[in-house]
């Protein structure tokens, strides 16, 4: 049996399938849709089937989940393991300033430990490498994404074991950065294709 092989989509066929989609979902009743809550304001997001991606936090890379707090007074630590005994002060009190916020989690540099995503009210973006903060870098500088993007979390999108970072506009659309980086960031939902009564859980 001879198979053609596979080709990407094209924009007017991705374009169509957007479309279709966006019929969809406009013609599903709310009644049909269970709310879904979250107990973690940062849940990750991730690709299931790739079993080298955890669904936890693991800052030391030993395979099991810890946990990351942030205080109100700036402070930020982890515990290993999820273990109050493993408890590590990331950054003391008045370190980090409260304009800054964590986002997500993910492997942005897919070395087995897990990054810390941050945003700051300005708009900055940041990345702490390994949860570290003498590994925090800017990925987008301040006033460069507009207020009205939010990060809604983090996953591994294309399955190249490198996170990436989701996106909603209050005007609907949605895009990816992938592997974390502004610089490839890509719209995969335009502006109105998905209405304002859907969220992403």
Same mark, same amino acid.
Request: charged content about 15%; proline content about 4%.
């Given at each position: 049996?001879? @198979? =053609?092989?596979? +080709?990407?989509?094209?924009?007017?066929?991705?374009?169509?399938?957007?479309?279709?989609?966006?019929?969809?979902?406009? #013609?599903?009743?709310?009644?049909?849709?269970?709310?879904? +809550?979250?107990?973690?304001?940062? #849940?990750?997001?991730?690709?299931?089937? =790739?079993?080298?991606?955890?669904?936890?936090?693991?800052?030391?890379?030993?395979?099991?989940?810890?946990?990351?707090?942030?205080?109100?007074?700036?402070?930020?630590?982890?515990?290993? !393991? /999820?273990?109050?005994? /493993? !408890?590590?002060?990331?950054?003391?009190?008045?370190?980090?300033? !409260?304009?800054?916020?964590?986002?997500?989690?993910?492997?942005?540099?897919?070395?087995? =430990?897990?990054?810390?995503?941050?945003?700051?009210?300005?708009? +900055?973006?940041?990345?702490?490498?390994?949860?570290?903060?003498?590994?925090? @870098?800017?990925?987008?500088?301040?006033?460069?994404?507009?207020?009205?993007? @939010?990060?809604?979390? #983090?996953? !591994?999108?294309? /399955?190249?074991?490198?996170?990436?970072?989701?996106? =909603?506009?209050?005007? /609907?659309?949605?895009?990816?950065?992938?592997?974390?980086?502004?610089?490839?960031?890509?719209?995969?939902?335009?502006?109105?294709?998905?209405?304002?009564?859907?969220?992403?859980?």
């Amino acid at each position: 049996m001879n @198979h =053609r092989p596979l +080709t990407p989509l094209s924009l007017q066929s991705l374009s169509a399938v957007i479309a279709l989609l966006a019929l969809f979902v406009a #013609t599903v009743p709310s009644s049909a849709v269970a709310p879904q +809550t979250s107990l973690f304001a940062n #849940t990750v997001l991730t690709d299931i089937s =790739r079993p080298s991606i955890v669904l936890s936090p693991d800052f030391d890379g030993n395979g099991v989940s810890d946990v990351l707090w942030s205080n109100d007074d700036g402070a930020a630590h982890i515990w290993d !393991d /999820g273990q109050l005994t /493993g !408890d590590r002060n990331l950054a003391a009190a008045g370190v980090v300033p !409260d304009n800054w916020h964590i986002a997500g989690v993910g492997d942005f540099d897919d070395n087995g =430990r897990s990054d810390i995503l941050w945003r700051n009210d300005n708009g +900055t973006v940041s990345i702490w490498d390994d949860g570290q903060i003498s590994g925090a @870098h800017w990925i987008a500088n301040p006033g460069v994404v507009p207020s009205n993007w @939010h990060i809604l979390g #983090t996953g !591994d999108f294309d /399955g190249n074991g490198h996170s990436d970072n989701l996106w =909603r506009n209050d005007n /609907g659309a949605v895009s990816i950065w992938d592997n974390g980086q502004l610089s490839a960031a890509h719209i995969v939902s335009a502006a109105g294709a998905v209405l304002g009564t859907w969220h992403i859980a």
